[in-house]
């Protein structure tokens, strides 16, 4: 079992940014899909993005292409969330989330580990 911690929520203003952070407990994060979800007030949990074993494979909910950027540092057993352009919508409990798998996928079943969360709130 991965365990997972985030940090960098935060409120922050339309149009401004955000990064997020996970630390991930697991000695073998290199062999480790990682992705982020998020889940609004009255919502279901929803796909923001993916990142492969070796970071090279990313995807994006359409939500979140051009302003969000998913990354990893596998040395360090972290994965980030680097956050721009953000809007009220985006406001939410931040997850971040680990398979074991190859490819990110996009389905919060799919995935055997979770974080706490951590909150984004977006103000306008």
């Known amino acids: 079992q991965v365990q997972l911690v985030e940090s960098g929520g935060g409120l922050v203003q339309a149009g401004g940014s955000l990064r997020l952070s996970c630390a991930a407990s697991?000695?073998?994060?290199?062999?480790?899909?990682m992705g982020w979800f998020r889940q609004a007030p009255g919502k279901e949990r929803e796909f923001v993005a993916g990142?492969?074993?070796?970071?090279?494979?990313?995807r994006y909910a359409d939500s979140v292409k051009g302003r969000f950027t998913i990354s990893r540092d596998n040395a360090k057993n972290m994965v980030y969330l680097q956050m721009n352009s953000l809007k009220r919508e985006d406001t939410a409990v931040y997850y971040c989330?680990?398979?074991?798998?190859?490819?990110?996928?996009?389905?919060?079943?799919?995935?055997?580990?979770w974080g706490q969360g951590t909150q984004v709130t977006v103000s306008s």
């Open positions: 990142i492969g074993r070796s970071g090279s494979n990313t």
């Open positions: 989330a680990a398979r074991g798998g190859y490819l990110p996928r996009t389905r919060p079943d799919e995935y055997e580990d």
């Open positions: 697991e000695r073998t994060f290199s062999t480790t899909t």
